[in-house]
Nanobody, 130 residues
Framework: QVQLVESGGGSVQAGGSLRLSCAAS????????MGWFRQAPGKEREGVAS???????????DYADSVKGRFTVSQDNAKNTLFLQMNNLKPEDTAMYYC????????????????????WGQGTQVTVSS
């Protein structure tokens, strides 16, 4: 059974940076779409970034418009770990951040819809103060 554990959240001031990690275990396959999502209080869970485990993030990382140019997704496949580097954080980035995964044979862009993903972590809280 796939397990995802997020870490790296915390409290920062606006303009600061955080790096989130998602450690995956229990993989029975080696090709997955991985996604970062976030959910602020009272709001829907939304996609932040996604990346296939076989894809070059330079070309196939996908980002929500609200985080483009500030967030960068990357991965260390040897360690089954997904990262989200978040720079120039804003108060509106405050949310619980979740990692998600679903096996998919084909590479390329991955879906940004939360309904498509099968496996979820418990989340890590990010709080940005002004």
């Amino acid at each position: 059974q796939v397990q995802l554990v997020e870490s790296g959240g915390g409290s920062v001031q606006a303009g600061g940076s955080l790096r989130l990690s998602c450690a995956a275990s229990g993989y029975t396959y080696n090709k997955y779409c991985m996604g970062w999502f976030r959910q602020a209080p009272g709001k829907e869970r939304e996609g932040v970034a996604s990346l296939h485990t076989t894809a070059d993030p330079t070309y196939y990382a996908d980002y929500a418009d609200s985080v483009k140019g500030r967030f960068t997704v990357s991965q260390d496949n040897a360690k089954n770990t997904l990262f989200l580097q978040m720079n120039n954080l804003k108060p509106e980035d405050t949310a619980m951040y979740y990692c998600a995964a679903r096996a998919r044979d084909s590479g390329g862009y991955c879906p940004s819809s939360k309904a498509w993903y099968k496996h979820w972590g418990q989340g890590t809280q990010v709080t940005v103060s002004s």
